[in-house]
Protein backbone atom coordinates (compact mmCIF):
# COMPACT_ATOMS: atom_id res chain seq x y z
CA UNK A 1 0.00 0.00 0.00
CA UNK A 2 1.24 3.60 -0.90
CA UNK A 3 0.24 6.98 -0.02
CA UNK A 4 1.64 10.23 -1.32
CA UNK A 5 0.72 13.88 -0.96
CA UNK A 6 -0.68 14.96 -3.67
CA UNK A 7 -1.85 13.75 -7.30
CA UNK A 8 -0.50 10.11 -8.53
CA UNK A 9 1.75 9.35 -10.73
CA UNK A 10 -0.35 6.30 -12.25
CA UNK A 11 2.29 5.64 -15.02
CA UNK A 12 5.26 5.07 -12.85
CA UNK A 13 3.56 3.10 -10.13
CA UNK A 14 1.56 0.69 -12.89
CA UNK A 15 4.69 0.42 -14.97
CA UNK A 16 7.09 -0.26 -11.57
CA UNK A 17 4.45 -2.94 -10.44
CA UNK A 18 4.49 -4.60 -13.77
CA UNK A 19 8.12 -5.17 -13.11
CA UNK A 20 8.03 -6.33 -9.78
CA UNK A 21 5.80 -8.92 -10.76
CA UNK A 22 7.96 -9.65 -14.12
CA UNK A 23 9.24 -12.98 -13.09
CA UNK A 24 6.30 -13.76 -10.78
CA UNK A 25 3.95 -16.06 -13.76
CA UNK A 26 1.11 -14.13 -13.34
CA UNK A 27 -1.03 -14.28 -16.27
CA UNK A 28 -3.41 -11.66 -15.67
CA UNK A 29 -2.95 -8.05 -14.71
CA UNK A 30 -5.64 -5.05 -14.20
CA UNK A 31 -5.10 -2.17 -13.27
CA UNK A 32 -7.94 0.47 -12.35
CA UNK A 33 -7.34 4.51 -12.18
CA UNK A 34 -9.46 6.64 -10.49
CA UNK A 35 -9.11 10.59 -12.18
CA UNK A 36 -11.09 13.27 -10.51
CA UNK A 37 -13.54 14.44 -12.69
CA UNK A 38 -14.23 18.04 -13.60
CA UNK A 39 -17.80 18.51 -12.12
CA UNK A 40 -20.45 21.14 -9.75
CA UNK A 41 -17.29 23.97 -10.38
CA UNK A 42 -14.67 21.99 -8.56
CA UNK A 43 -11.42 22.90 -8.46
CA UNK A 44 -9.99 19.99 -6.59
CA UNK A 45 -11.11 16.95 -4.33
CA UNK A 46 -9.13 16.42 -1.03
CA UNK A 47 -8.33 13.13 0.61
CA UNK A 48 -7.77 12.61 4.56
CA UNK A 49 -6.79 8.80 5.54
CA UNK A 50 -6.44 7.26 9.05
CA UNK A 51 -3.65 4.96 7.92
CA UNK A 52 -3.46 2.45 10.90
CA UNK A 53 -7.23 1.15 10.02
CA UNK A 54 -6.48 1.42 5.73
CA UNK A 55 -3.37 -1.00 6.61
CA UNK A 56 -5.15 -3.10 8.31
CA UNK A 57 -7.99 -3.46 5.91
CA UNK A 58 -5.58 -3.55 3.01
CA UNK A 59 -3.80 -6.44 4.86
CA UNK A 60 -7.32 -8.60 4.84
CA UNK A 61 -7.82 -8.16 1.73
CA UNK A 62 -3.99 -8.87 0.66
CA UNK A 63 -4.93 -12.16 2.83
CA UNK A 64 -8.17 -12.84 0.61
CA UNK A 65 -5.84 -12.58 -2.05
CA UNK A 66 -2.89 -14.86 -1.04
CA UNK A 67 -5.90 -17.40 -0.86
CA UNK A 68 -6.88 -17.28 -4.53
CA UNK A 69 -3.36 -17.26 -5.79
CA UNK A 70 -3.17 -13.51 -6.56
CA UNK A 71 -2.11 -10.52 -5.23
CA UNK A 72 -3.85 -6.68 -4.80
CA UNK A 73 -1.70 -3.50 -4.93
CA UNK A 74 -3.10 -0.01 -4.29
CA UNK A 75 -1.84 3.52 -3.88
CA UNK A 76 -4.34 6.54 -2.74
CA UNK A 77 -3.21 10.30 -2.36
CA UNK A 78 -3.48 12.58 0.63
CA UNK A 79 -4.43 16.16 0.42
CA UNK A 80 -5.52 18.08 -2.35
CA UNK A 81 -5.93 16.11 -5.96
CA UNK A 82 -6.23 18.85 -8.86
CA UNK A 83 -9.14 17.64 -11.64
CA UNK A 84 -7.95 15.01 -14.68
CA UNK A 85 -5.31 13.70 -12.39
CA UNK A 86 -5.09 10.69 -10.50
CA UNK A 87 -6.06 10.19 -6.65
CA UNK A 88 -6.23 5.71 -6.84
CA UNK A 89 -5.06 3.53 -7.96
CA UNK A 90 -5.17 -0.48 -7.46
CA UNK A 91 -4.78 -3.71 -9.38
CA UNK A 92 -5.02 -7.44 -9.09
CA UNK A 93 -2.09 -10.03 -10.46
CA UNK A 94 -3.70 -13.37 -10.94
CA UNK A 95 -2.45 -16.65 -12.38
CA UNK A 96 -5.64 -16.45 -14.62
CA UNK A 97 -8.09 -13.73 -16.01
CA UNK A 98 -11.35 -14.75 -14.53
CA UNK A 99 -9.52 -14.42 -10.65
CA UNK A 100 -8.43 -11.15 -11.05
CA UNK A 101 -11.22 -9.75 -12.88
CA UNK A 102 -13.68 -10.30 -9.98
CA UNK A 103 -11.32 -9.66 -7.42
CA UNK A 104 -10.60 -6.45 -8.85
CA UNK A 105 -14.60 -5.74 -8.58
CA UNK A 106 -14.87 -6.77 -5.07
CA UNK A 107 -11.87 -4.97 -3.80
CA UNK A 108 -12.57 -1.84 -5.70
CA UNK A 109 -16.23 -1.94 -4.33
CA UNK A 110 -14.96 -2.70 -0.52
CA UNK A 111 -12.78 0.27 -0.98
CA UNK A 112 -14.93 2.54 -1.41
CA UNK A 113 -17.12 1.31 1.36
CA UNK A 114 -15.27 0.61 4.11
CA UNK A 115 -11.85 1.90 3.48
CA UNK A 116 -10.95 5.00 5.84
CA UNK A 117 -10.55 7.90 3.82
CA UNK A 118 -12.61 11.01 3.84
CA UNK A 119 -13.17 12.68 0.79
CA UNK A 120 -14.01 16.89 0.15
CA UNK A 121 -14.69 19.03 -3.16
CA UNK A 122 -12.16 22.41 -3.23
CA UNK A 123 -13.99 25.08 -4.16
CA UNK A 124 -12.48 28.76 -4.33
CA UNK A 125 -9.59 27.31 -2.11
CA UNK A 126 -12.46 26.00 0.76
CA UNK A 127 -12.35 21.86 1.53
CA UNK A 128 -16.06 20.80 1.94
CA UNK A 129 -17.02 17.19 3.17
CA UNK A 130 -18.66 14.87 0.57
CA UNK A 131 -21.16 14.10 2.59
CA UNK A 132 -24.15 13.46 0.38
CA UNK A 133 -21.12 10.91 -1.66
CA UNK A 134 -19.86 8.88 1.68
CA UNK A 135 -20.66 5.40 3.05
CA UNK A 136 -21.47 4.99 6.79
CA UNK A 137 -19.26 1.57 6.99
CA UNK A 138 -19.98 -1.86 8.07
CA UNK A 139 -20.93 -1.72 11.94
CA UNK A 140 -21.59 2.35 11.99
CA UNK A 141 -24.37 3.32 14.54
CA UNK A 142 -22.61 1.26 17.21
CA UNK A 143 -22.92 4.15 19.73
CA UNK A 144 -26.74 6.19 18.40
CA UNK B 1 -9.02 6.91 31.26
CA UNK B 2 -9.44 6.55 27.99
CA UNK B 3 -9.21 8.93 25.06
CA UNK B 4 -11.99 9.42 22.11
CA UNK B 5 -10.73 10.84 18.75
CA UNK B 6 -12.73 11.51 16.33
CA UNK B 7 -11.84 11.47 12.70
CA UNK B 8 -12.20 12.91 9.04
CA UNK B 9 -14.71 15.74 8.90
CA UNK B 10 -16.04 15.49 12.26
CA UNK B 11 -13.48 18.23 13.23
CA UNK B 12 -13.83 18.07 17.18
CA UNK B 13 -10.77 17.97 19.44
CA UNK B 14 -10.07 14.62 21.28
CA UNK B 15 -11.77 13.88 24.44
CA UNK B 16 -10.82 11.96 27.66
CA UNK B 17 -13.57 9.95 30.02
CA UNK B 18 -13.56 6.79 32.31
CA UNK B 19 -15.36 4.20 30.69
CA UNK B 20 -15.77 0.68 31.01
CA UNK B 21 -17.50 -0.25 28.11
CA UNK B 22 -18.01 0.99 24.63
CA UNK B 23 -21.75 1.88 25.85
CA UNK B 24 -20.22 4.25 28.83
CA UNK B 25 -19.02 5.92 25.65
CA UNK B 26 -22.14 5.92 23.90
CA UNK B 27 -24.12 7.32 26.97
CA UNK B 28 -21.18 9.70 27.33
CA UNK B 29 -21.17 11.26 23.84
CA UNK B 30 -25.05 10.94 23.29
CA UNK B 31 -24.98 14.31 25.74
CA UNK B 32 -22.62 16.29 23.43
CA UNK B 33 -24.95 18.10 21.13
CA UNK B 34 -22.13 18.75 18.24
CA UNK B 35 -22.55 14.55 18.01
CA UNK B 36 -25.84 14.29 17.54
CA UNK B 37 -25.80 14.05 13.78
CA UNK B 38 -22.53 12.11 13.61
CA UNK B 39 -23.18 9.28 15.95
CA UNK B 40 -26.05 7.03 14.10
CA UNK B 41 -23.52 7.63 10.71
CA UNK B 42 -20.26 6.63 12.87
CA UNK B 43 -17.96 3.19 13.22
CA UNK B 44 -15.96 2.39 16.04
CA UNK B 45 -12.08 1.37 16.09
CA UNK B 46 -10.52 0.35 19.13
CA UNK B 47 -6.71 0.86 19.62
CA UNK B 48 -7.30 0.81 15.27
CA UNK B 49 -9.23 -2.58 15.04
CA UNK B 50 -12.77 -2.05 14.25
CA UNK B 51 -15.23 -3.53 16.98
CA UNK B 52 -19.23 -4.04 16.71
CA UNK B 53 -19.99 -4.78 20.36
CA UNK B 54 -21.03 -2.26 22.89
CA UNK B 55 -20.35 -4.59 25.73
CA UNK B 56 -16.27 -4.70 24.62
CA UNK B 57 -14.46 -3.60 28.08
CA UNK B 58 -12.13 -1.14 28.09
CA UNK B 59 -9.36 -0.30 29.95
CA UNK B 60 -6.80 2.16 31.21
CA UNK B 61 -4.85 4.33 27.91
CA UNK B 62 -7.25 2.32 24.72
CA UNK B 63 -7.83 4.80 22.38
CA UNK B 64 -11.28 4.90 20.71
CA UNK B 65 -11.70 5.91 17.20
CA UNK B 66 -15.02 7.40 15.65
CA UNK B 67 -14.96 6.76 12.02
CA UNK B 68 -17.29 8.95 9.77
CA UNK B 69 -19.06 7.56 6.51
CA UNK B 70 -16.18 7.59 3.73
CA UNK B 71 -15.55 8.01 0.44
CA UNK B 72 -12.17 7.19 -1.11
CA UNK B 73 -10.90 7.01 -4.67
Known sequence: MELYNGPLDAKEIFGRWLDEQAESNYGAYIPFVGT????????ALSFDIYEPVLKAWFD??????????????????????????????S?????????????IDAFVEDFKANAPI????????????AADRSTAMNGAGLLA | MIKVEFLGPIGKAPLEMD???LA??????????????????????LN????????TALKDGDRVSILPPVCGG
Not at chain 1, 36 to 43: T, V
Not at chain 2, 48 to 55: F, G, I, Q
Open chain 1, 118 to 129: WKYDVKNGERIY
Open chain 2, 48 to 55: DTMVNDLN
Open chain 2, 19 to 21: ANT
Open chain 1, 91 to 103: AVFSPKRRVALEL
Open chain 1, 36 to 43: IRAEDDIE
Open chain 2, 24 to 45: DVASKLKEDSTLSHWLDKCAVA
Open chain 1, 60 to 89: AWQEKAKALGAVVKMAHSVGDVPVHTSSYV
